[in-house]
């Protein structure tokens, strides 16, 4: 195993669209490459997911997309990686939970008709990272026989759930306070964003979700086999 960083590292990670590289990069990685595991060097850094003063960048908006909704148990479906030019589409499932990552590098939007196949109604709720937006809850799409279609915004990332919910052990979430109230320094700074994205992950248990977690398990195609 090694780890990456990408684009470069001469570049802010705060600058948009140049930090959509990032989105396309993992989506290269899992949907092209079959990658099981994607890793990240450095954490803290003026180009990198965190920046120097602890806030993330548009680059770690870019990776949350993936990370934050696409948790422990998920597994990569069979997607149209790119249904049209410049426009990227990968998908996960975990027991009802459904995921797509949506990414729109074009100047204009892209008007894609997304299909789960034996799926019913249901609604999908979104959220967004773009020049103005950082994992901003965007809005909710209705999804009828299975088939819904949602405008993907110029230049953005857009996630569309069926939700299951991930909850840490509280175990886990203890030590997580621990680690974040005593960790400090450059040295730490991975361990304290462990830590705030297990907390995270409790925090979003209260985030506005579509009815869709009532689809029924095996709704959508198996996953594809890994190599």
Same mark, same amino acid.
């Given at each position: 195993m090694t780890e990456v960083y990408h684009p470069n590292s001469s570049d802010s990670a705060v600058l948009w669209p140049q930090a959509l590289d990032v989105g396309e990069h993992i989506h290269r %990685?899992? *949907?092209?490459?079959?990658?099981?595991?994607y890793v990240w060097w450095y954490i803290r850094r003026s180009h990198c997911p965190m920046r120097e003063d602890g806030q993330i960048s548009k680059r770690g908006a870019d990776m949350a997309h993936f990370a934050k909704w696409v948790r422990?148990?998920?597994?990569?479906?069979t997607a149209t990686g790119n249904p049209q030019s410049n426009a990227c589409i990968s998908a996960f499932k975990s027991g009802s939970g459904i995921v797509i990552v949506a990414i729109n590098e074009n100047t204009s939007p892209v008007d894609p008709v997304f299909t789960i196949r034996d799926t019913g109604s249901a609604t999908a709720s979104t959220w967004l990272t773009s020049a103005s937006a950082n994992l901003d809850l965007y809005n909710d799409f209705a999804i009828s026989g299975g088939t819904f279609n949602a405008q993907l915004t110029p230049r953005a990332v857009v996630p569309r759930l069926t939700p299951t919910a991930y909850r840490p052990r509280r175990a886990a979430v203890e030590?997580? +306070? *621990?680690?974040? %109230? *005593?960790?400090?320094?450059? %040295? %730490?700074?991975a361990v304290i964003l462990v830590a705030e994205e *297990?907390?995270?992950v409790m925090q979003r248990v209260n985030v506005p979700r579509g +009815?869709?977690?009532?689809?029924?398990?095996?709704?959508?195609?198996?996953?594809?086999? +890994?190599p």
């Open positions: %990685a899992l *949907v092209d490459g079959r990658f099981q595991t422990p148990g998920y597994s990569r479906m030590l997580a +306070r *621990v680690f974040k %109230a *005593v960790a400090s320094g450059e %040295a %730490a700074s *297990v907390l995270d +009815r869709a977690g009532s689809t029924p398990a095996g709704a959508c195609p198996a996953p594809e086999p +890994r």
